[in-house]
């Protein structure tokens, strides 16, 4: 407040970055942690708000999760991995958040889901499972695509996993982004980001050009405990013939619905 000079910040909006896991997550925050340098705004600190319990793979009770969401306060910086419930998607399309929802080409995800899973995160829940008992790479595919359905903690296939998010891509009042559309044309991108916030009720305290300026150098990867490549459709690299008819039939149209294939034949 004393910074931008305002007596109140009652009319700014939270900034908060929604994805589906594996999509982006560290690049749509690391971009929103830039506000503060253009606007009042201020990274919460806040742990994200998840739809699953980290260690134990549990869903969390939605009373839970929107106690998390009422939490943040005008201006504030947050991010999360939110399935579209209702609820939810009431509180995030209100007139006080500017929300955004980030995907990525399932495939990519899948095959980032190996890694993280396998070599990132010892504390995941099915990190044991992925290191020990599956072998190949293959393998591991394979499960991240088919899900483990004979176990009590919920993960399903990749089809059952994205669906609850695809309620997002319903409201305007939610900016939907691609992970692609950062790595193909930032600039523009990150204008989009400028420009939703704007429309939300944030006060930029600078030119648009030079809040995307802003925003552009607070990428940096090295920053993202979780980032490898940032490589677009380096699934075309680790799938087998059998991987890709395996994808098709598990998921459908999924690809066409969020338009990254126009038909099946790819």
Partial sequence: MLRYRRTSLQDVPVLFA??????????????????????????????AVVTFEGESGQPRPIQQILKDLQRLRPGDIAYGHLHAFPEVISTLC????????????????VVSHVHYVTEMEPNHVHHTYYRDHLKTFDERLRTSILGRPDI??????????????????DHPEVLTLRFEDFIRDQEDTIGRVVDHAVQRGF??????????????????????????KGKIGGWREMFSPENKQLFKDVTGDLLIRLGYEKDNDW
């Fill in 18 to 47: 929604n994805s589906f896991p594996k999509s982006g997550t560290h690049l749509l925050t690391q971009v929103l942690q830039g506000f503060p340098e253009i606007g009042p705004a201020v990274d919460s600190g806040l742990p």
């Fill in 94 to 109: 209100k007139d006080s958040f500017a929300a955004y929802f980030i995907l990525r080409d399932p495939r990519d995800v």
């Fill in 152 to 169: 009590e903690i919920p993960f399903p296939d990749i089809l059952a996993r994205f669906e609850p998010y695809t309620g997002w891509l």
């Fill in 203 to 228: 006060p930029l305290a600078v030119s648009r050009d030079v809040a995307i300026w802003t925003l552009a150098n607070h990428i940096n990867p090295s920053r993202s405990p979780t980032f490898r």
